[in-house]
């Protein structure tokens, strides 16, 4: 019995991918000489061979014939009347060649060698899985979710090595169930308590960089190159490129026809708002690129302490801005420079349309106001919050954050 469970891990070890035969041969070899220490005390008269192929193995142990009252080890010696038992043809000074069976070695040895060679197989495999995946960092996997908990993703690749998204590590609105595929890039590899540690990532932003490699032709052959990546997971990012190439427009290749290039990268980002921006040396053309969709009227740059002052007509404000600051922050993040967003002078006293307060005043709110002729936020602070009160469902609270909000607006 204890045979057969020996050969099953022996077969369990040949069926390992990725390990040279070379490296295979020596570590078996390595905890059959182990066990043959630990018995006999030395390992060097005894022949191993181990056929792969087949799944088994074969012991032969070589020993000097003596005389038999100069018997001194049993291990290296055999008595002339031993031999003889063997062949009648063995003479003193002779070596006798004969197999060890592994049932000699008793039921103890044979299930510490199993667990030896078990052991073994294990530190070939994370090693493997180490080495494997040590030279990916940066690439993009795929694989099958196996196990959700709250804090991490248990991910299989198709060999069933065992990969980790944390939580922190995932688009805010990624929601996977068990079974599903997913895409993400190697951040992280390392070995931890002697286990290999492979962290995944769908926030970072060279796992947007290698989506753009994969949907653009052009970036992968290296016709077009991405100067920066900067991103706030699920909301939006901005992505610098630069071709060198005259002829290649490196903003309508990264966008294709219709959008056709970029819809599979925003649709894989959970519909994450991806501005692609022409890189250029010239600062105040980068800056105003960045800020894109809003329309600068004039930049003024300070070198040393790295800030822009940005000066747009006042419609323009909420969109350089964007929803929550996004777009202003990552502008600075992405050219490098604290933006500074100031009205137009002179300017001052143009009205501002109610829609440009979308991101700060609810929907039905604005309908409210629009309802009774108010479309702009002059319309609506001209009239006094008793007016607002009788003439909309609004309560007096909700009037006077309103007018606080568009009078902010013209300070």
């Known amino acids: 019995m204890d045979t057969i469970n020996l050969t099953d891990t022996f077969s369990e070890f040949k069926e390992l991918k990725n390990i040279d035969r070379a490296t295979m041969m020596s570590v078996l070899e390595d905890v059959f000489r182990g066990m043959l220490k630990k018995k006999f005390g030395t390992d060097e008269n005894f022949d191993i061979i181990i056929n792969i192929d087949k799944g088994d193995f074969e012991i032969w142990r070589n020993r000097e014939v003596v005389e038999d009252d100069k018997l001194e080890d049993p291990n290296l010696q055999i008595s002339l009347t031993d031999a003889k038992k063997i062949d009648d043809d063995y003479e003193i000074g ?6 060890v069976k592994l049932k000699d070695f008793g039921r103890r040895a044979i299930l510490s060698l199993r667990q030896n060679l078990t052991s073994r197989i294990l530190d070939l495999e ?6 494997k995946y040590k030279d990916r960092v940066g690439e993009i996997v795929v694989g099958e979710v196996y196990q959700i908990w709250k804090r991490e993703i248990l991910v299989l690749d198709d060999e069933g090595n065992e990969l980790i998204l944390p939580k922190a590590e995932q688009i805010p609105s990624d929601f996977f169930r068990k079974g599903d595929t997913l895409r993400a890039v190697v951040i992280k590899v390392e070995m931890k308590n002697n286990n290999p540690l492979i962290i995944l990532s769908r926030t970072s932003p060279v796992f947007l960089e290698r989506l753009f490699e994969l949907e653009v032709p052009e970036i992968f052959d290296g016709l077009i ?3 920066k990546i900067v991103r706030v997971p699920g909301e939006r990012a901005k992505v610098a490129v630069e071709s060198y190439d005259e002829r290649i427009d490196p903003v309508g290749a990264c966008v294709g026809m219709k959008g056709s290039r970029i819809h599979g990268i925003v649709r894989e980002l959970k519909n994450e708002n991806i501005d692609v921006i022409n890189f250029t040396n010239n600062m105040q053309l980068f800056i105003q690129r960045a800020l894109s969709p809003a329309k600068i009227s004039s930049i003024k740059l300070n070198e040393e302490d790295k800030r822009a002052e940005v000066y747009l007509k006042p419609s323009e404000v909420s969109l ?3 929803k929550g600051g996004l777009n202003i922050r990552l502008a600075s993040q992405l050219t490098g420079y604290e933006i500074d967003v100031y009205r137009e002078g002179g300017e001052e006293d143009e009205d501002v349309n109610l829609e440009e307060f979308a991101d700060e005043i609810d929907g039905w709110i604005l309908d409210e106001l629009k309802a009774i002729g108010c479309d702009t936020a002059k ?5 006094s919050i008793e007016d607002l009160v009788k003439r909309t469902d609004l309560e007096e609270e909700t009037i006077r954050e309103i007018r606080k909000i568009l009078e902010s607006e013209f300070e």
């Open 126 to 131: 994370k090693s493997n899985v180490y080495d």
């Open 320 to 322: 350089a801005i964007g």
């Open 379 to 383: 319309s609506v602070l001209e009239l």
């Open 94 to 99: 002779e070596e006798v060649t004969d197999e």
């Open 225 to 227: 190159t991405i100067k």
